[in-house]
């Protein structure tokens, strides 16, 4: 047995709290394959197809099917009906196996006799009978210990995963919330809210933040970040949604908690889609067609969002009864069937959409509008939220906010992976007037891929004209710092820069730029672990934050 995970809420393999049970199976992938196949079929397991060579993906397949089997055997033996799920593991050499669970105690002993029936199984001399009745008899004797602590929350819960934009979208679904009357608890990467107040710092998007949410004295409304993170390790904290969202799945985080590829990722992030209720929605972003493709399995309504009002999955959707929100003639409108379209407002009055600039913003206003409307939140209220949320360091700090600094322009935002990279870049070319150059200082996290440290780099030097790299030495996670500046700076060559100048942080690196910098240029930095400074150096430097108004003017500058 590798590892023992207790799930306490909807997860990856079933839609209730789970046992997630990681087995090293090694000895059974050596075996011969007639062998293998004798050693089975003692226990009535009996496949439809061969146990395959030693040390293959077919042979691994084969044993957790086998494990399976046993698994349903010994809860048959214990007169359990149990469902039982496994799959290949992390490693080459494991498997996993996954079943629901009511009382954790028994939950917890009945995983753990599974390697050691599996050890048993690999001895042709010993009974697999006798061994299952011995494991029964001890199983027996175990006290079942508590039930699972999943929330069913009797007031709305809107809950939004994604790749890029979660944070963005959670506020601006609460300020849309706030705008009607509700009090709103809602969790995200940077804590716990109540309405405008942070109850708790820290990243709450997991199972944990949504009881310390859902615990907040006197709300009537919960928006929920739900990141994948604390759907593998925990699952999920509430055992429904009315509302569920999902952004979008791109390359980050892979090779971690098992996840390698990206379909692998769009698996997990749609498990917030498989527990939305009946009557409710599921808004997707049409645009990513793995996003699209979580409509066949989500429970709720569809409810699609996309840049392109002529989408075919959007006739198709409402056809079916569904419902989207889309832009045309650079107005926000929305579609409950094919031939009805209504208009909320023009994108110039969206301030999160940067004056219509940010393809980005305006999928993450898009997706807000339509939870908050799909929650029962009135059109006036939405209206009315989405003229008044502002990026600034107030309502949503890091996410593409921005001042002027003498005659500058400066775009603090996340953009952590390349997909936000590309959209930081849209917004700086925006706002560029002419030939002005595009300032940008950006770093990443040690735990992505050389393969994501690449294409980050690569779209930054791209769209900027003199690249710089921020170490954070905060967030190596175990990489060597010499090697992850070394990745970037490859993926910046290959973009066609030449060797960027790298500064030991953030602060120093916006130092840099606005003293290499001129008026009317762009200044762009990708704010993670010094915010609080860089704010702070902006004022001290006589920066001034950019409303929606002058917002419209710079990008008018621009566009001339």
């Known amino acids: 047995m590798v590892e023992l995970r207790v799930l306490d809420g909807p997860n990856l393999y079933f839609t209730r709290p789970a046992i997630k049970l990681t087995l090293d199976v090694s000895p059974w992938l050596a075996l011969p394959q007639a062998r293998a196949e004798r050693l089975t079929q003692r226990t009535a397991f009996s496949p439809s197809a061969s146990s395959g060579q030693p040390g293959s993906d ?21 007169r359990t009906h149990l469902a039982v799920r496994g799959r290949p593991g992390p490693s080459p050499e494991q498997i996993v196996v996954a079943f629901p669970w009511r009382r954790q105690g028994a939950a ?3 995983a753990r006799e599974l390697a050691p029936l599996l050890e048993v199984g690999l001895d042709g001399r010993c009974s697999m009978d006798r061994a299952m009745a011995q ?25 939004v995963t994604g790749t890029n934009g979660k944070t963005t979208t959670v506020r601006l679904i609460a300020h849309l919330a706030r705008t009607a009357g509700h009090r709103v608890a809602y969790t995200t990467t940077d804590g716990v809210y109540r309405d405008h107040e942070l109850v708790e710092a820290g990243d709450y998007s997991g ?5 310390k949410a859902l615990a907040q004295p006197g709300v009537d409304f919960a928006v929920l970040e739900t990141a994948r993170g604390g759907i593998l390790l925990r699952g999920i904290g509430t055992d429904h ?4 969202v999902v952004t979008n799945v791109t390359e980050d985080h892979l090779d971690q908690l098992g996840i390698r ?17 009946p009557d409710g929605w599921d808004v997707l972003n049409a645009d990513d067609p793995r996003v699209l493709a979580m409509r066949r399995q989500a429970t709720g309504r569809p409810w699609l969002f996309s840049l392109d009002a002529e989408h075919p999955a959007i006739r198709t959707t409402l056809a079916e009864g569904g419902r989207a929100i889309s832009v045309l003639d650079r107005t926000l409108v929305v579609m409950s ?16 959409a940067l004056a219509g600039i940010s393809s980005p913003y305006l999928r993450n206003a898009m997706a807000a509008a339509a939870a908050a409307l799909a929650a029962g939140i009135s059109e006036e209220a939405v209206v009315e939220g989405l003229r008044s949320f502002v990026l600034d360091p107030e309502s949503n700090p890091g996410r593409a906010n921005l001042f002027e600094v003498d005659g500058r322009v400066v775009v603090i935002d996340y953009a952590h992976n390349e997909d936000g990279m590309r959209g930081l870049v849209e917004i700086c070319q925006g706002l560029r007037p002419g030939a002005a150059r595009i300032f940008l200082a950006f770093g990443t996290a040690g735990d992505r891929t050389n393969a994501i440290l690449h294409r980050l780099a690569y779209t930054a030097a791209r769209g900027a004209d003199r690249p710089a790299i921020a170490e954070l030495h905060r967030y190596l996670r175990g990489r060597n710092p010499k090697d992850l500046v070394k990745q970037l700076q490859a993926g910046l060559q290959d973009g066609g820069k030449a060797t960027a100048p790298v500064f030991p942080n953030e602060v120093e690196a916006l130092e840099w730029m606005l003293h290499e910098s001129t008026p009317k240029e762009v200044i762009a930095i990708t704010a ?3 915010r609080p400074e860089i704010f702070q150096l902006l004022r001290a430097k006589g920066g001034v934050a950019v409303g929606p108004a002058r917002l419209r003017e710079l990008v008018q500058r621009a566009a001339r």
């Open 207 to 211: 199972f944990s933040g949504a009881a």
């Open 528 to 530: 993670l672990a010094q």
């Open 261 to 277: 590829t990206i379909d692998q990722m769009a698996e997990v992030k749609a498990t917030i889609t498989r527990i939305t209720r």
């Open 241 to 244: 949604n009315d509302v569920a």
């Open 58 to 78: 077919q042979r691994r397949r084969y044993i957790a099917r086998f494990a399976v089997h046993l698994t349903r055997a010994l809860a048959d033996a214990t």
């Open 108 to 110: 917890e002993a009945f």
């Open 337 to 352: 069937s094919r031939r009805h379209v209504h208009h909320l407002l023009p994108l110039e009055d969206i301030p999160v």
């Open 135 to 159: 494991a029964v008899q001890r199983l027996k004797e175990v006290a079942p210990g508590p039930p699972p602590t999943t929330l069913s929350p009797s007031i709305p819960v809107i809950a």
